[in-house]
């Protein structure tokens, strides 16, 4: 295969990866608050692209992804305090399906608001035709904004985690719900705040993609089991794992044109879910522990 | 002997004879046809009850063994064997009745497997899968175990709508009528309409009797007691393992019983059969059915398909499914585990024995 | 003659030595009670013998049988039942119901013939209920059969778990605590149906925290203390000995 290829193939991988990988981070935000799979995490990335992709045409880019994220980070919150508090007593199986008629609900709605027809952003420089040069392939610049944001998001994630006090109380509630509470901390509202940001992120990523990748109303649950992918390959709750996995899953995809026809392309995914599923469940980088239920 | 677990098993009997004649009265014989395949859907519902409700397993994977029984049988029984018609299997075959003869719509001679056959090998093939799937699967829990039954479904579904000698995206079709009994054939077509009828209503009769005995037998009780503990059920000599992947494989012999009749009598199937959506909408029947009520789950079975399949939820018919689901699991009483709902206070008879 | 042998068993929970090096046999159709203050293993100990965790090291031995390691189901399957520190009733079923579980390891009817209502497996059903009747009357709770056990009382659903243990006619019987919420009027009805089962020939493995009722139905008393065996012997003796005080009573600190 001529190195042009390889680099093509690469950079499709590293683009469909990143926003795997954005994906995953969501769920394991929400996981590690709440101990339950939101279904519905793929439905934000693709409400970000849309609400941007209609914004974008009143508003200057930067303002209408900005806006399409507050939008969406908003929707994360609403669908929190509406619908999943109600069911949160019922146990995780319950929150479970109550995500995925949600995701069905959003993706009807977004078929309803935005019609069948593919979308697209802008680059964010330059436009269709600018590319960049390296080792003999072109690529749009729009790549390396896929790649800085992601590493943005994780390294500004990271640092939520670590350093704000906020992120540090939701670590505690995701370790002890109790004990946060007895500290003072609110778990519901840390919860409603899991969502949000998951919801965030998920819009941000796609975005980013968005000029590249297009989006269209019913992307949300292919990506969301690809999210899930990753996340469980990486480790249930781990994003640092989950970027690493997730680049991974996007040059396996990528590259598995190679050895399988394209019609089976999304075969490659699931056969990596089935076999972290039936070979490990907590992933590569998981414990004992994260491969059971997480109990809340 | 009580008769009242018996009750549906009997109303479904006589509506089966008797819809026929009355609705023709009515001049309202083509609701026939959607009450036909709502039937089979409601099949395939069963099935799933019987899963989630009795041993607590989720599984978003139905729709997978719904296809792989429709695919198979309609795959065996479109091979045209005219080309080896001279060969000793052909001839063996033939003694044992085993091939059926016909001619094509282009009136090209037709030699293949008789629907028989083609039926018990995809059924076959349908328990030989969950056989071997179930065992990894079932060791899962809650969202692990979604997840793996969703990746079987999607795996179904990208390989019969990928596959050009299952048709692709067009999927099979000219897949002839499944002749069950002598003089009487699954097929669609306004003659047959009635005797389809009749013959869907009684097999879904069929499947709820051997449900409701399974229930009241000693093999039901334990799978109820493996559902609300499985530590206790094992302490009492139950092998939850062994039980949970035997109803795992019932589930999807329903599943596949009913793809098998269903593409016999619209004579085509698509990938669309497999689509996630679908399993969804199974998922969303034994919710609002009640879980663990086999009667819930076949009067939701058979009235959301037919007011889907008559086109009521228009372009909404997704979402109906998603919004149903959410609202079950909402209204369903606080603090109790998965396999109850609201209708189960509603309808304490769904309690067997 | 030991009808349970248990010999250098051992299991850990990450850095906990649960249950460490314990060794002791039950006589058939005697009352062992293991006794020991809270956290000495007993609980972990019944989980070994029954099946519910694995030991890290170590053999239980039944009748003559190496069941180390064996599926709970297998072991049931072996002769022995058990109950639970926290009762695990089915509680939609009634009680009833509940008992007839108890009679899987002495029936063998399955899915199909369940499917197909052979004749039979119902004649296997009428054998199952009528033995669960048995069972049912003898810890006296008849009144309470075709009641949902998730609203009995507390101390009947103890009994239809007891009830459902010894339907299915076990040569050993492991109770977890069947005293531990009872009252001084209950726990004396504990005591005088123990001493009926006991008469039926099952041996007992008892493990409890009422002294006095393991003085009183006891034949042989193991002590544990932090997961290892402290001491054996008869009701007496283990009154006696004065390490055992201790362990209760604490130390006295000059």
């Known amino acids: 295969m001529p190195p042009e290829v390889v680099l093509q193939y690469l950079i499709s991988g590293l683009i469909y990866g990143s926003i795997y990988a954005a994906v995953a981070i969501g769920f394991n935000i929400i996981y590690n608050a709440t101990g339950i799979i939101n279904f519905a995490q793929g439905e934000f990335a693709m409400l970000g692209g849309m609400f941007a992709s209609s914004l974008s045409a009143r508003l200057p880019l930067a303002l209408a992804i900005a806006v399409a994220m507050v939008l969406t980070a908003l929707s994360g919150a609403v669908l929190e305090r509406v619908f999943l508090r109600r069911v949160a007593r019922g146990g995780v199986l319950k929150m479970i399906v109550t995500t995925i008629g949600l995701s069905i609900v959003i993706r009807e709605a977004a078929l309803l608001a935005w019609g069948e027809s593919v979308r697209t952003l802008p680059f964010f420089t330059g436009n269709e035709v600018s590319s960049v040069s390296f080792l003999g392939a072109n690529f749009s610049p ?37 004990g946060a509470s007895l500290c003072g901390i609110d778990p519901d509202r840390m919860v409603t705040i899991a969502f949000t940001l998951s919801a965030g992120i998920g819009a941000v990523a796609g975005c980013v993609v968005a000029p590249l990748t297009q989006t269209h109303y019913a992307i949300g649950s292919g990506l969301a089991i690809k999210g899930f992918t990753v996340a469980a390959f990486g480790g249930l709750g781990n994003s640092v794992a989950a970027v690493v996995a997730g680049l991974f899953l996007g040059m396996l995809e990528s590259f598995s044109i190679v050895f399988v026809p394209e019609a089976y392309k999304d075969v490659v995914s699931i056969c990596v879910l089935l076999a972290v599923l039936f070979v490990k469940p907590s992933g590569l980088f998981g414990s004992r522990a994260a491969g059971a239920l997480k109990d809340y | 002997m009580s008769i009242k677990p018996y009750l549906p098993v009997i109303a479904l009997a006589v509506c089966a004879f008797l819809l026929p004649p009355v609705l023709t009265a009515a001049k309202s014989a083509f609701y026939l046809t959607q009450l036909t395949m709502s039937a089979y859907y409601a099949l395939a519902s069963l099935g799933l009850c019987a899963l989630m409700g009795y041993a607590g397993q989720i599984s978003l994977g139905q729709a997978g063994f719904f296809a792989i029984g429709g695919y198979a049988s309609s795959f065996i029984a479109t091979r045209n064997l005219q080309a080896i018609a001279s060969s000793p299997l052909a001839k063996a075959l033939d003694l044992a009745g085993l091939l059926s003869r016909g001619t094509d719509p282009y009136g090209v001679a037709l030699l293949s497997l008789s629907p028989w056959v083609s039926c018990i090998l995809a059924v076959l093939l349908a328990a030989a899968v969950a056989a071997l799937i179930g065992m990894p699967v079932l060791k899962l829990k809650g969202h692990y175990l979604a ?179 959410i609202f079950v699991m909402m209204l369903a009483p606080e603090g109790k585990a998965f396999g109850h709902s609201f209708s189960s206070f509603l309808r304490r008879k769904g309690r067997a024995g | 003659m030991s009808i349970l042998q248990v010999s250098g068993l051992s299991r850990s929970f990450g850095g906990l030595r649960a249950v460490d090096g314990v060794g002791f046999g039950a006589e058939e159709r005697g009352i062992t009670a293991v006794i020991g203050p809270n956290g000495a293993g007993k609980t972990t100990l019944f989980n070994l013998i029954s099946g519910s965790l694995m030991p890290d090291s170590g053999r239980v031995v039944f009748d003559g049988e190496d069941i180390t390691g064996l599926k709970p189901f297998r072991v049931a399957r072996r002769g022995i039942s058990r109950t639970f520190q926290t009762v695990k009733l089915s509680r939609r079923m009634t009680a009833l119901e509940n008992v007839m579980i108890g009679r899987h390891v002495r029936s063998r009817a399955g899915f199909a013939s369940g499917m197909l209502a052979s004749p039979w497996a119902k004649k296997e059903e009428r054998s199952i209920r009528e033995e669960a009747m048995k069972a049912i009357e003898l810890l006296g709770i008849a009144d309470y059969r075709d009641k949902e056990t998730g609203s009995l009382p507390f101390g009947i659903q103890r009994s239809v778990e007891l009830a459902r243990a010894i339907a299915a006619e076990p040569k050993l019987l492991l109770l977890d605590e069947p005293a531990s919420g009872l009252n001084v009027r209950e726990t004396r009805v504990l005591a005088e149906l123990v001493s009926r089962i006991r008469g039926r020939g099952i041996t007992i493995l008892v493990v409890e925290h009422d002294m006095s009722l393991v003085m009183d139905i006891s034949d042989e008393i193991v002590v544990l203390n932090f997961g290892k065996k402290l001491a054996q012997g008869k009701p007496r003796e283990i009154q006696a000995n004065r390490e055992v005080i201790d362990i209760y009573l604490g130390e006295d600190d000059a």
Not at chain 1, 164 to 177: V, Y
């Open chain 1, 142 to 178: 729009q790549v390396f904004w896929v790649v800085g944001v992601t590493a943005l998001t994780v390294a500004a994630l990271t640092a939520f985690f670590r350093f704000t006090l906020m992120g540090k109380a939701m670590r505690g509630c995701s370790a002890s719900r109790e």
């Open chain 2, 147 to 325: 997840m793996a039954t969703l990746g079987f479904g999607l795996v179904i579904e990208k390989v019969v709508r990928g596959t050009k000698a299952l048709g692709a995206a067009d999927g099979l079709s000219n897949v002839p009528g499944f002749p069950i009994l002598p003089g009487l054939v699954v097929t669609g077509g306004k003659a047959a309409r009635a005797s389809n009828f009749t013959i869907s209503w009684v097999v879904l009769a069929l499947a709820l009797l051997a449900l409701v005995n399974l229930f009241r037998s000693r093999a039901g009780r334990a799978l109820r007691a493996l559902h609300d503990g499985e530590e206790a059920a094992g302490a009492n000599g139950v092998d939850t393992s062994r039980y949970k992947l035997n109803v795992f494989i019932l589930g999807a012999v329903f599943a596949a019983v009913a793809g098998v009749l269903l593409t016999h009598y619209n004579g085509s199937i698509g990938p669309g059969e497999a689509n996630v959506m679908k399993s969804v909408r199974y998922v969303a029947i034994v919710s609002v059915g009640g879980m663990a009520n086999l009667t819930g789950t076949l009067i939701a079975g058979l009235l959301l398909n037919f007011l889907s399949l008559r086109g009521i939820f228009g372009s909404l018919d997704d979402a109906v499914f998603g919004i149903v689901l």
